[in-house]
């Protein structure tokens, strides 16, 4: 069985081809042109959609070697995301399915994020049911319980920001570049974490908040540099190591909170920031701390992609769940609906 999958909600333009839930190609455009807003641009993101979208199909099924005659279904992302970016991926992919005439499958891109785990790959272990996902991204934050593939229900989330726009908006803050996150990162592997401290947000049971700690940031920052204009670049890689342990901090205190509160020790990670070094090494050390079993995705199968689109493709077409032509984009699709 060929799934080929589409991505298109935010900035990112992937096609991937998977067959029998292994991986032939994954192929993704990023688009640079947001950069110079420090931002993703709706408007500018749709049209690189269309752009990309023709080049990047046909780059995936070059590189997996197949023709679009041996598809047995087109799958794609219905939603959360941009409605213009969800647009040009859901047109594509309703006409390219009714062209070949076979089956055509909505993906939710939230449950990807989390299925990207049943993707077929050696040294990579699946998680069995019921298991804890913690979806850390730029739009979202939450803890889920999945019983099953799609059965799924979220026990915590933010409350505001999410967890990816906290270093997005850190990153802006100091200066970098956008998305701030993988540099913030890099840096953080150089400095000392407990250069400073951030205040962590009170937020009851199993709610997250991240917009107090951006404002924090800031303030920081300001009174710092007021007294030391140099400040941010003499201490760089501190600030960032230190903002790194905070989130980090915030997050596994929430997961030890959701294995007690649920009783489930299975934890997998899935989202843009779970390409995170130190939240995979947190996750890691919680094996031996906490008892916990722990599931991190494959690198590529974080940040938004096709692969992990095809790969609920894949499971819904095992159970002959498909979509009808008539199905519209939903940019606030829900997680369990
Ligand atoms: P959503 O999935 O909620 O719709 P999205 O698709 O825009 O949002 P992803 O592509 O899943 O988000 O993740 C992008 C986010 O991940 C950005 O905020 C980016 O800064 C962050 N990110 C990527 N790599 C890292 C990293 N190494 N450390 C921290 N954050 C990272
Ligand atoms: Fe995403």
Redesign the pocket.
């Known amino acids: 069985i060929f799934i080929l999958g589409i991505e298109s909600?935010?900035?990112?333009t992937s096609a991937a081809v998977i067959h029998n839930g292994k991986v032939l190609s994954n192929v993704v455009a990023s688009q640079k042109i947001h950069e110079a807003y420090g931002g993703?641009v709706p408007e500018l993101a749709s049209r690189a959609h269309q752009q990309n979208i023709v080049p990047v199909v046909h780059q995936a099924l070059k590189k997996a070697n197949i023709t679009k005659a041996q598809l047995s279904a087109i799958a794609f992302t219905r939603g959360?995301?941009l409605m213009g970016s969800l647009l040009v991926g859901t047109s594509f992919a309703k006409s390219l399915a009714y062209g070949l005439n076979i089956p055509l499958i909505d993906v939710n891109?939230?449950q990807a994020?989390i299925l990207a785990h049943f993707i077929e790959e050696t040294n990579f272990k699946k998680p069995p049911f019921p298991f804890l996902a913690m979806?850390?991204?730029?739009?979202?934050t939450q803890i889920v319980n999945v019983e099953d593939y799609f059965s799924m229900t979220v026990i915590g989330e933010t409350i505001d920001d999410?967890?990816?726009?906290a270093?997005?908006k850190s990153?802006k803050i100091l200066g970098l570049g956008?998305?701030?996150?993988?540099e913030?990162?890099?840096r953080a592997q150089l400095g000392n974490p407990k250069a400073f401290t951030f205040t962590k947000p009170k937020v009851d049971g199993l709610n997250f908040s991240f917009s107090g700690l951006k404002t924090a940031i800031l303030y920081f920052i300001q009174k710092e540099t007021k007294a030391n204009p140099n400040f941010i670049n003499e201490n760089i890689n501190d600030i960032c190591a230190s903002i790194?342990y905070t989130i980090i901090g915030i997050l596994i205190d929430k997961l030890k909170k959701a294995t007690k509160a649920t009783g489930i020790k299975h934890i997998a990670i899935g989202?843009?920031?779970s390409?995170?070094?130190?939240?995979r090494k947190a996750l890691q050390d919680g094996e031996q701390k906490f008892g916990w079993t722990t599931y991190i995705p494959k690198f590529e199968y974080?940040?938004?992609n096709a692969a992990m689109i095809a790969i609920v493709g894949y499971l819904k077409f095992l159970e002959a769940n498909f979509a009808e032509q008539d199905i519209m984009a939903s940019a606030r699709l829900k997680i369990s609906f």
């Open positions: 909600s935010c900035d990112d993703v959360p995301g891109h939230m994020h979806t850390i991204s730029g739009g979202h999410a967890v990816g726009e270093y997005d990153g956008y998305p701030a996150g993988p913030i990162d890099k790194q989202g843009g920031v390409a995170n070094s130190g939240i974080t940040t938004d």
